[in-house]
């Protein structure tokens, strides 16, 4: 189970923290990832975490956003900052888990909308 926290509203400029937590019964976790979606486009790529090794980011959030993990929490945050109205959109985590196989699990996504 993921449970996201740190959706919401905010004015141009400013920032916001996303949070999602996994929970249950798994042997590990391996990348950990930020998609976003608005009505009518397809879901996309913010920026992903594997346990070890370098972030990805989408050109569109590269010096705005910064994706870490804590691992004995087995969380991924998205700290996001200069935000843009263009950033509006609900965001979801991602993130791949292994219970014998490796499985793929989305969080219930968080709605962030910044104001111009």
């Known amino acids: 189970q993921l449970v996201e926290s740190g959706g919401g509203l905010v004015q141009a400029g400013g920032s916001l923290r996303l949070s999602c937590a996994a929970s249950?019964?798994?042997?590990?976790?391996?990348?950990m990832g930020w998609y976003r979606q608005v009505p009518g486009k397809q879901r996309e790529l913010v920026a992903a975490?594997?346990?070890?090794?370098?972030?990805n980011y989408a050109d569109s959030v590269k010096g705005r956003f910064t994706i870490s993990r804590d691992n004995a929490k087995n969380t991924v945050y998205l700290q996001m900052n200069s935000l843009k109205p263009e950033d509006t959109a609900v965001y979801y985590c991602?993130?791949?888990?292994?219970?014998?196989?490796?499985?793929?699990?989305w969080g219930q996504g968080t709605q962030v909308t910044v104001s111009s």
């Open positions: 975490i594997p346990r070890g090794g370098s972030t």
């Open positions: 249950g019964s798994f042997f590990s976790i391996g990348v």
């Open positions: 991602n993130v791949d888990v292994f219970t014998g196989g490796w499985q793929d699990y």
